[in-house]
């Protein structure tokens, strides 16, 4: 699967984040010898453990919700954090990158699934909170990220990713107009990954398509 999945996401100049939550080294170990460096944890002691294990080129990043006394332990290290979704967060991860002498990379968590157990910005409590995370130096906003509804209505799928891909463009030439950081659109799983790619995703997130 990983060699079909990749040549498709290439021409399509889409990353892949290989979700390697709860499998073990050995299978995460098989991809990376096929050329996989950015792997995807949602538990942040599973991350610092396997972080510390294996090979120290593997970028990783932290999709999943991220509480703010854990920040410390990823800051060191983390790539990518995907799952910022409030203004006390964004100020933890700042002074934690500051402590390492570092700047650390976020994206920006929308809600874009109407139900209730999705994490994410609303996205007018984004816009209220947006100038205040801006005022951080330690930290770099990449783009957005958006988990769709868990459906087979691909109508639904295709009307959440189009109004994050809306967001997205609506803020690059707004407030970010001036920014060459802000570039990455994280949209798409094992069961959407295609419409995301439609819709204009720049970075998938695959977990059970590529692992079982
Ligand atoms: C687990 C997870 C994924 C991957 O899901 P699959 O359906 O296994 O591809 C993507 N994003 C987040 C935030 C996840 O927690």
Redesign the pocket.
């Known amino acids: 699967m990983f060699k079909e999945l990749k040549s498709y996401l290439d021409e399509n100049k889409v990353k892949l ?1 290989a ?1 390697s ?1 709860t499998r073990p080294q050995k299978s995460i170990l098989e991809l990376y010898d096929q050329g996989q460096r950015l792997f ?1 944890e ?1 538990r942040v002691q599973e991350l610092v453990d396997k972080h510390s294990e294996l090979p120290k080129d593997i970028a990783w990043h932290m ?2 919700s991220l509480q703010k006394n854990k920040v410390k332990y990823i800051a060191p290290f983390i790539s990518l954090i ?2 910022v979704d409030s203004l006390g967060l964004a100020q933890t991860i700042e002074k934690e990158a500051i402590k390492n002498n570092r700047k650390i990379n976020i994206l920006l968590q929308v809600k874009i699934a109407k139900e209730d157990s999705k ?1 994410g910005y609303d996205i007018d409590q984004l816009m209220t909170e947006l100038p205040d995370i801006l005022e951080f130096k330690n930290i770099n906003i990449l783009g957005l ?1 958006g ?1 769709g509804t868990f459906t087979k209505d691909t109508n639904l799928t295709t009307a959440e990713f189009k109004f994050l891909t809306k967001k997205f463009r609506d803020l690059k030439e707004s407030t970010f107009s001036n920014s060459e950081n802000f570039t990455e659109i ?1 949209m798409g ?3 959407d ?1 295609k419409i995301a790619v439609q819709c204009g995703t720049t970075m ?8 079982s």
Not at 204 to 211: A, H, P, Y
């Open positions: 984040v979700v939550k995807g949602n999709i999943g995907h799952s994490a990220m988990m994280s799983m094992s069961g990954y998938v997130r695959i977990g059970s398509l590529l692992f």
